[in-house]
Structure formats: C-alpha cells, structure tokens
C-alpha cells in the first residue's frame, strides 16, 4: 500500500499507472473508518483496478470550530483497516498541502443551500464542492463513492460534477447500519453508552413515517406524531424531518408517482449531531 502526503508525489504515481490503462476508484473520507467506508471500497475494489482512499479533515466545511476540534482522528488505525483491506494507494495530505492559501472562489447550490443540511450547516456544501473538486483534479478518478447517508451532499458533489464536465462517474453506496437500525457515522464514536441505546431512535422515526406514508398517510400529520411519540419521549427535537423530492431537496407535503423522494432527518444527541434518510422509490408508490 502505497502512502502519499503531497500532491506532487501522489501525482507522479498515479501518472505513471493511468499510463497503464488502469482504471481508478476513489473513496475520499475525513477518516474514523468504520464499515460504511470498506463498503465502498470494496465496490471500488470490484468496479476498479486501483482504489485510493483520502483521509483528510476538511476544515472549511465545517461552520462549527468546536465539531471540528471533536471530530475523531486515529490515523494509525486507519492506515492499519486500509491496508487489511487492500487498498492500493493512501492519500493524507496536511492541512497546508490542500490550502496553501485560503480558497477566495465559492460555490453556490442555489436553493439546496436553503434547505435542511444547507440551512442548518451554511458554508457547509461550499467547502465539500472545494475539496472534493481538488481530489478530482489531483487524484483524476474514474469512479468516486459516496455513502448515501450524506444524501444531499451526495446530490451536490454530483450537481458539481455535471455543470463542470468533470469526466468521473459518482457512484452512491446505500447506507450501511448496525443491527438495530443506526446508520454508520463516525460521529458515533462521540456517543456514550446511553446515548448509543438512543441513537437507533432516529432510524425508528424514519421507517414509521414511510410506512405510514405508504399506507396513505397525510405528511405533515405524520411527521407531527412522529415526534410526539417517538421523538420526544427521549427528550429529541430535530433540527428538522422532512420529506423532500431528491432532485433540489424541496420538502413536499405528497410524493407523487415517477419521482424519487426521500425521508431526511437531523438530530442533536449528547450534544452529537447525526443525520439519516430513507429513499422512497416511485416503485413503492
């Protein structure tokens, strides 16, 4: 496994593979590796011949210095899983590597910066558009993977790659959970023990609001209950459940046939913010 810390050595060798024929994947992650991420890279590793993986905490997509601070790195345990898994090449770059100077040109995602992760995190998608535009210019990727927890991030990164031309497919992983329901995070290593018994909570509200949409259900009824009954109760106030059309992320009131829609969530727990959606597929309508 091939370890790159700056841009001009990781560029030299991969240069040197595309000369080669060889297709590569990319799966970029801010570390903390858990089992959403080998999902990815294993479906790099079946749909490549050569996965790299970036490990870099990005700074300026986060509005809070503080989950910044917080964000779990454990490097060396990183290094170890990538390695078990296979993976041919490691970018971590510092902090000066990506930002020698500070980024002056910003993104704009028109309405999808108004709504549920574009209100409540601003600045947020600017700077996932920002590095992971500079990963695609660096790394040149044939497919990067996307966990689809990160629904509308996802959205974005794919908007960005369309209105630039970028020549790189994004591929979109589905969610990986544990056992009872939680969505894989690495912002779960944050929760205490309490906390973790909580969090499946959030999972539990989404699977009853699409069951009841499904059945017929009036949105905005469904969504109230949802938090009276299930919510509440463990003392969870979302920052915001919507339904919304996957396309701009609008909440709507009713799915309708021939689109794709998704339920999207957004917590505190412990002081620990975690997100999760359910995708409802015009299929199920």
Known sequence: MEIHETIPSVIQH??????????????????????????LIRQSKK?????IVSIFVNPIQFNNSEDLQKYPRTLNADLAILR??????????????????????????????????GRFRPGHFNGVAIV???LFHILKPDISFFGQKDLQQVTVIQKM??????????????????SDGLALSSRNQ??????????????????????????????????????EEILSPHN??????????????TPVQNPLPGKPFAICIAAHIEQVRLIDNIIIRASHI
């Open 14 to 39: 991969l240069r040197a593979l595309k000369s080669l024929d060889k297709t590569i994947g990319l799966v970029p992650t801010m570390g903390a590796l858990h089992s959403g991420h080998l999902e």
């Open 47 to 51: 749909k490549t011949d050569l996965t």
């Open 84 to 117: 078990e898994e296979g993976v041919d090449i490691v970018f971590v770059p510092s902090e000066k590597e990506i930002y020698p100077e500070p980024v002056m040109m910003k993104f704009d995602f028109g309405s999808m910066e108004q709504v549920l992760e």
């Open 132 to 134: 992971v535009s500079k």
């Open 161 to 178: 790659v369309s209105d630039l031309s970028f020549d790189i497919k994004v591929e979109v992983v589905p969610t990986i959970r544990e």
């Open 190 to 227: 944050r929760l205490s023990n309490d906390g973790r018994e909580i969090a499946p909570i959030l999972y539990k509200a989404l699977t009853k609001c699409k069951d009841e949409l499904l059945s017929g259900g009036d949105w905005l009824n469904i969504k109230n209950k949802a938090i």
């Open 236 to 249: 969870i106030m979302p920052e915001y459940l919507e339904l919304v059309e996957t396309t701009n992320f």
